[in-house]
């Protein structure tokens, strides 16, 4: 069973930072480069991509954030867990929105996350960035 677990949101004041935290666990690839990823739907707004990594590494940051949010990964021994990070610099009202971790085989485009027919998606965590 694959489960994806979100932590980390809250409320933050403009300017500055917060890091959420996934663990994955049940999800491993034998033959395709996993992909990893954080998606945000904001008030009134479409699923966007917020950055997504693959199990060997690249790295692909929505256009909003590129340069203020770094996205990372690690994995146990066995692949069996791994846990991702997003740790978002120079936050913005924008940014305000439910942020989901993702797990699957490719990056997902879509109107509303999460969307279950497109690999395994968290919950979700609220991130509200004010002035």
């Known amino acids: 069973v694959v489960q994806v677990v979100e932590s980390g949101g809250g409320s933050v004041e403009a300017g500055r930072s917060l890091t959420l935290s996934c663990l994955v666990s049940?999800?491993?690839?034998?033959?395709?480069?996993?992909?990893y990823a954080w998606y945000r739907q904001g008030p009134g707004a479409e699923c966007e991509i917020v950055a997504d990594?693959?199990?060997?590494?690249?790295?692909?940051?929505?256009?909003s954030v590129k340069g203020r949010f770094t996205i990372s990964q690690t994995s146990s021994q066995d692949s069996v867990k791994t846990t991702l990070y997003l740790e978002m610099n120079e936050m913005k009202n924008d940014d305000t929105g439910t942020y989901y971790c993702?797990?699957?085989?490719?990056?997902?485009?879509?109107?509303?996350?999460?969307?279950?027919?497109?690999?395994?998606w968290g919950t979700g965590t609220q991130v509200t960035v004010s002035s």
């Open positions: 993702k797990a699957g085989d490719s990056q997902y485009v879509g109107e509303t996350c999460p969307n279950s027919d497109f690999g395994y």
């Open positions: 049940g999800f491993t690839r034998d033959f395709y480069d996993s992909h």
């Open positions: 990594i693959t199990k060997s590494g690249r790295t692909y940051y929505g256009d």
